[in-house]
């Protein structure tokens, strides 16, 4: 079983940047998972952010975010980093990491419904 913690999150103003952290504790191969961002704002449903498979290094971002936002990795932290930068008050969120140990293929780690093991979030407000 894995465990997903987010930190990082916090009152920020427009236009500024923000890191998020998700620790990922597992008994695996950490180089095995995808993990995957998602938010979720007041009233509305949970919103794909951004994805990464950890063993090859590659990304995929939702519109809204691509250019902006940035995914990383570090294996031997077993962390997965969401830098977000020129934050806009639609941003405000509270945002999930979510991990699975086999990769659903290209940009289809964008979609929430891939992922078995979610952390509990992290809040993110942005400020006009």
């Known amino acids: 079983e894995v465990q997903l913690v987010e930190s990082g999150g916090g009152l920020v103003q427009a236009g500024g940047s923000l890191r998020l952290s998700c620790a990922v504790s597992t008994f695996t191969s950490f180089d095995d998972y995808a993990i995957g961002w998602f938010r979720q704002a007041p009233g509305k449903g949970r919103e794909q952010v951004s994805c990464i498979n950890v063993a090859e290094g590659s990304t995929y971002y939702a519109d809204s975010v691509r250019g902006r936002f940035t995914i990383s990795s570090d294996s031997a932290k077993k962390t997965v980093y969401l830098e977000m930068n020129s934050l806009k008050p639609e941003d405000t969120a509270v945002y999930f990491c979510?991990?699975?140990?086999?990769?659903?293929?290209?940009?289809?780690?964008?979609?929430?419904?891939?992922?078995?093991?979610w952390g509990q979030g992290t809040q993110v407000t942005v400020s006009s």
């Open positions: 979510a991990a699975e140990p086999t990769w659903p293929g290209g940009a289809q780690c964008l979609n929430s419904f891939e992922y078995h093991q």
